[in-house]
C-alpha cells in the first residue's frame, strides 16, 4: 500500500492491450504521472484469446491509418523495450467468391498504396503459390498482404507495460475501481486500494466498459453503446504437413480470411486455428436473465459448435487439412461490439476531461494505434489523424439498448461484409421520424439514416425495384439513378423540396455570446437579417467543423451544423463556455424543407405571408408563415438553385409540405442533393471537410479572415502556412465516368506518383460529367492538369477544373 498513487495527472481504468498501449504512449511523451488500473492480471484486453492478428487491412480509412501505425510500432517494440515477443509476420490472403469482393480489394489495395503499403490483388493460381494447402477452384480471385501476422498477446501487453513502467508510468495490478466523484477540476477515482486524484480518467474497461461507464452519469455521461458478443475460435490437434512446411519455408502458412463466408483459419504452432463471425450469432449479458458477473476475468462461455457447423464444413473444403486435426480446444469467450463494429476512441459524450477507449473487436490489430490517438487527444485535445470514425461522440440519444443490440448482432454476423454505396443496413432503423415521414413513404421515399434520423435518400415509382438485393452492387447504374436524375431535372426546371430533418441547432446566449463565437471562428459573422457560413480550426488551422451562424444580436447566436455533428459540434462550444453564457439545443424544436429550383419563388409566392421573397441570397427572414404556419425563412439552397430553407415546428411542417405538394412542387432526396452539391464545389462535414486538412488546404480562403483583430485558434499555423504556401489544395475534378463512382479516398495519380485522393464523388446530371471533389499535392492544382483516379482497381482519365462550380459558374442562378 505504501506505493499506492494517491495523485496521478491521468489514470486509465483497464489494463488490457488498448490501456496498455495508452499508457506507454503518454510515458514516452513524457507524461510521467499516469496510472494504469488493473482488475487482475495485466493482459491482452480479452484475455481468453489465445494469440492476436495484426492486420493492415481495413475497410475505414482512419481505421486502416491506425492499423498501419500499430503494426509498424510492433514490428521494433521488442528491441525498442528489451523484451522479447513472439511476432511473426505470415502474409495474409483474403479470399474472393464474387466480382463484386474482387472490386472491394481493388480499392483497398488502391488505398494501401497511398498509405506506402503493398497489398497484391491474385488470380486463384497465384493464391496457390502463397498457400498450398489451399483449394482455389471456385474462386475469382484474392488480396495478399506481406505484412499481415500474428502476435502473443500477454507478450505484447507486457512488452509495452515495460516501456511504460521504464519511462516512468505505474500500472497498478489486481485494483478494482469502485466508483467515481468529482471535486472541483479534479477527478475522484474511487478503488479498493483507496482514492486516486487526478486531472483526466480513462474508461479502457473492455467488455466492462458499459459498467464504469455508468459511475459517469451523475456527471453529464450517457450509457455506453455498446453490447458483449459471444466469439468462439477452436484450434486443432498438431498437424505434421503444417511443422514441414515451417521447416521449410522458415515461417508459419500464411493467414486466410474469407469474408464472402466469414471466418479467418491460420497456424496456431503446428495446428490451425479457425474462427467463424457466424451469421447465427449470439449476444450474452444483455438480459436480466443473463446478468453480467461481477468477475469474469480467464473464463468462457459454455461451447456451441452447433452455430459453427456450417463454417467447420466450408472451411474444410477450402483446407482439407483443417479435418485432419480434430478439435483439440474450443474457446468461446467475450468480445465487445459497438454498434459498427468500429471501436470508441476519444472524448467522453458530456463529461470533461474524461476519455473513452474501448469497445475494440481487434483489439490487437488496433491497439499500438489506439494508444497513440487516445495520447494525443488527451495531451493536445485533438489527433494528428482525423478520427472521427471511431470518435464517441458519433452516437447520440438514438443508440438505446434495443439499438446497440440489433446493430451489434447485424454486424458481427458481417463482420467481413462489403459496404456497397447504396446500401442502407436494415437494423436499428426508425429510431427517429419527422412529421412528414408518413407523406415521404407514401410518396415512395426510400430511407436512409442520419444520425438515427430517417431521411428520404430517393423516391421510387412503381414497379421500380427496392428490394435490399439490388443495393449489393458498387455500381452507379442501380434502380436509384434514374430517380435521382428525374429529381435533380425537376430541380434544375422547375421546383423541388426535400426535408432535411434532423440538422443540429444550437443556441448560445448571455452577454458577448457573439464575441464568443467569433473567437473560435477563422471567418467573420454575418450582420443581424444574414446568414453565412463560419468555419472553425483547430489549433493547427484543421478543419474542426462548420456551421451556418445567425446573429441575433450581441448577445444571442444561433447555429445550425450537421445532423452527425450534433454532440461533436455542441461540444466544441459547450467545453470553452466562459462563466455568464449558455449553450443550449434546439434540434428537436425545428424541422427544415429545402424549397429549391427556378420556379421556387413562383411556388411559395401565394402561400408566403410576412416574409420578403425578393430579399437577396443569404438572408434570413425570422417572422411570417408559409401556408398559415409559423416559420423562418432563409435564402440559401445546398442544391446551387434558387431556393429556401423553410424552418418550422415539427407540428407545422405537413400543413406546409401538403401546401406545396398541392402546388406541384417534387420531391427530391438525399442521393439528388449530393449529386447537385458536388457540382456545386459545396463541401461535406467529415468528408471533404475533415482535420486532415487546413482550411486553406481545403479551398476555404475566402472564408478564412486572418487580419481577424481576434486569436482564433490556429491563426497562427494558418498565417505560417500563407506565407510559406499550401503543400496540397482542394480541388474539382472531371473524370471519365465510368461504371462506379470514385469511393472515398481514392488516390489520384500523376504519372507513376500518387498525388492526392478523392473525398467525394458523383454524377452530375444537370452538367452531365462525372465529378470528384478532393485533395491534390500543390504543384497539380493547375486547370487542365491531366491525373487518372484509381476507381476499383482502373484509373480513369480525370482533368482538373478552374476553382469555380462546374455548376452556374457565376452562381446566377442562386442569385435570381
Not at 369 to 390: N, P, Q, R, Y
Not at 491 to 509: A, D, H, Q
Not at 668 to 690: P, V
Request: aromatic share 10%.
Amino acid at each position: 500500500m505504501a506505493d499506492f498513487p494517491t495523485t496521478a495527472r491521468v489514470v486509465i481504468i483497464g489494463g488490457g492491450v488498448v490501456g496498455t498501449s495508452a499508457l506507454f504512449h503518454l510515458a514516452r511523451a513524457g507524461w510521467t504521472d499516469c496510472v494504469l488500473l488493473e482488475k487482475n492480471e495485466l493482459t491482452a484486453g480479452s484475455t481468453w484469446h489465445a494469440a492476436g492478428n495484426v492486420p493492415n487491412f481495413a475497410p475505414n480509412w482512419a481505421v486502416m491509418n491506425m492499423q498501419r501505425y500499430g503494426a509498424e510500432m510492433y514490428r521494433g517494440l521488442a528491441d525498442d523495450v528489451d523484451y522479447p515477443m513472439n511476432y511473426h509476420v505470415t502474409g495474409a490472403i483474403r479470399l474472393a467468391h464474387t466480382k463484386e469482393r474482387m472490386q472491394e480489394f481493388e480499392k483497398i489495395a488502391g488505398q494501401a498504396r497511398a498509405q506506402g503499403l503493398t497489398m497484391d490483388v491474385c488470380t486463384p493460381d497465384e493464391l496457390r503459390e502463397h498457400n498450398p494447402f489451399m483449394e482455389t477452384h471456385d474462386l475469382a480471385g484474392g488480396l495478399w498482404d506481406p505484412l499481415d501476422g500474428d502476435i502473443d498477446p500477454a507478450q505484447l501487453t507486457q512488452a509495452m507495460a515495460k516501456g511504460a513502467r521504464d519511462a516512468g508510468g505505474h500500472i497498478e495490478r489486481f485494483c478494482s475501481v469502485t466508483g467515481i466523484d468529482r471535486d472541483g477540476d479534479e477527478w475522484i477515482v474511487k478503488t479498493e486500494k483507496g482514492d486516486i486524484r487526478c486531472e483526466f480518467v480513462v474508461n479502457a474497461a473492455g467488455y466492462y466498459a458499459q459498467r464504469v461507464g455508468e459511475m459517469f452519469k451523475p456527471f453529464g455521461g450517457r450509457t455506453v453503446p455498446m453490447v458483449v458478443m459471444s466469439h468462439q475460435y477452436f484450434l486443432t490437434g498438431q498437424l505434421p504437413e503444417l511443422e514441414a512446411y515451417t521447416k521449410e519455408k522458415g515461417q508459419k502458412m500464411p493467414m486466410i480470411r474469407d469474408p464472402d463466408i466469414s471466418y479467418y483459419l491460420r497456424q496456431d504452432k503446428h495446428g490451425l486455428n479457425l474462427g467463424p463471425y457466424e451469421r447465427n450469432c449470439k449476444a450474452h449479458w444483455v438480459t436480466p436473465e443473463d446478468p453480467m458477473p461481477e468477475d469474469f476475468s480467464f473464463q468462457l462461455y459454455p461451447d456451441d459448435l452447433e452455430r459453427l457447423e456450417f463454417y467447420i464444413e466450408d472451411a474444410m473444403e477450402r483446407l482439407p487439412l483443417l479435418g485432419e486435426g480434430g478439435v483439440e480446444r474450443n474457446i468461446n469467450g467475450p468480445i465487445p461490439y459497438a454498434p459498427d463494429g468500429l471501436p470508441m476512441i476519444g472524448p467522453m459524450p458530456g463529461v470533461k476531461n474524461a476519455f473513452e477507449a474501448h469497445s475494440f473487436t481487434f483489439g490487437i490489430a488496433q491497439g499500438g494505434g489506439a494508444g497513440k490517438v487516445l495520447a494525443e487527444w488527451i495531451m493536445h485535445g485533438e489527433t494528428e489523424m482525423d478520427m472521427w470514425s471511431v470518435d464517441p461522440r458519433r452516437y447520440t440519444d438514438y443508440a438505446d439498448h434495443d439499438y446497440c443490440l440489433s446493430k451489434a448482432l447485424e454486424t458481427y454476423g458481417h463482420e467481413y461484409a462489403m459496404h456497397f454505396p447504396h446500401h442502407e443496413w436494415p437494423a436499428g432503423r426508425d429510431k427517429k421520424h419527422s412529421t412528414l415521414h408518413s407523406r415521404l413513404a407514401d410518396a415512395g421515399a426510400q430511407f436512409g439514416a442520419y444520425n438515427g434520423w430517417e431521411r428520404a435518400n430517393w423516391f421510387a415509382k412503381d414497379g421500380e425495384d427496392t428490394s435490399e438485393d439490388s443495393t449489393q452492387t458498387w455500381d452507379r447504374n442501380g434502380p436509384w439513378e434514374p430517380a435521382i436524375k428525374r429529381e435533380v431535372e425537376a430541380v434544375m426546371n422547375g421546383c423541388g423540396m426535400l426535408p432535411i430533418t434532423g440538422f443540429s441547432r444550437y443556441k448560445i446566449e448571455g452577454p458577448g455570446a457573439k464575441d464568443f463565437v467569433d473567437s473560435l471562428s477563422a471567418s467573420r459573422l454575418p450582420n443581424p437579417g444574414r446568414v453565412s457560413l463560419a468555419y472553425f480550426p483547430d489549433s493547427r488551422g484543421r478543419i474542426l467543423t462548420e456551421t451556418s451562424i445567425m446573429v441575433h444580436s450581441d448577445d444571442e447566436v444561433g447555429l445550425i451544423t450537421a445532423a452527425l455533428a450534433q454532440w461533436h459540434d455542441f461540444e466544441v462550444f459547450s467545453r470553452q463556455l466562459p462563466d455568464g453564457l449558455t449553450i443550449t439545443d434546439h434540434t428537436t424544436e425545428v424541422e427544415c424543407l429545402l424549397v429549391t429550383g427556378p420556379k421556387a419563388r413562383d411556388m411559395l409566392a401565394p402561400l408566403v405571408d410576412g416574409h420578403d421573397l425578393s430579399k437577396g441570397w443569404l438572408t434570413a427572414s425570422m417572422e411570417g408563415t408559409v401556408a398559415g404556419q409559423p416559420c423562418a425563412m432563409i435564402r440559401v439552397s445546398f442544391a446551387g438553385e434558387l431556393g429556401w430553407e423553410i424552418h418550422a415546428s415539427p407540428d407545422a411542417m405537413p400543413a406546409i409540405w401538403d401546401a406545396l405538394s398541392d402546388a406541384g412542387v417534387t420531391p427530391f432526396g438525399m442521393y439528388a442533393l449530393n449529386s447537385m452539391r458536388i457540382e456545386k464545389g459545396y463541401r461535406a462535414w467529415k468528408g471533404d471537410l475533415s482535420t486532415d486538412y487546413s482550411l486553406l488546404e481545403g479551398g476555404l480562403d475566402r472564408f478564412v479572415k486572418l487580419d481577424k483583430p481576434v486569436d482564433f485558434p490556429g491563426k497562427a499555423a494558418l498565417q505560417a502556412e500563407a506565407e510559406a504556401g499550401r503543400k496540397k489544395g482542394f480541388v474539382t475534378l472531371e473524370m471519365d465516368p465510368g461504371d462506379q463512382d470514385a469511393p472515398y479516398m481514392a488516390p489520384v495519380w500523376h504519372g507513376d506518383e500518387i498525388v492526392g485522393e478523392v473525398t467525394s464523388c458523383a454524377m452530375g446530371y444537370r452538367t452531365g460529367k462525372c465529378i470528384a471533389l478532393g485533395m491534390l499535392r500543390a504543384d497539380c492544382l493547375t486547370e487542365g492538369t491531366q491525373v487518372e483516379v484509381d476507381v476499383f482497381g482502373t484509373r480513369h482519365k480525370a482533368v482538373v477544373q478552374a476553382d469555380q462550380p462546374m455548376w452556374d459558374p457565376k452562381n446566377e442562378r442562386i442569385r435570381a
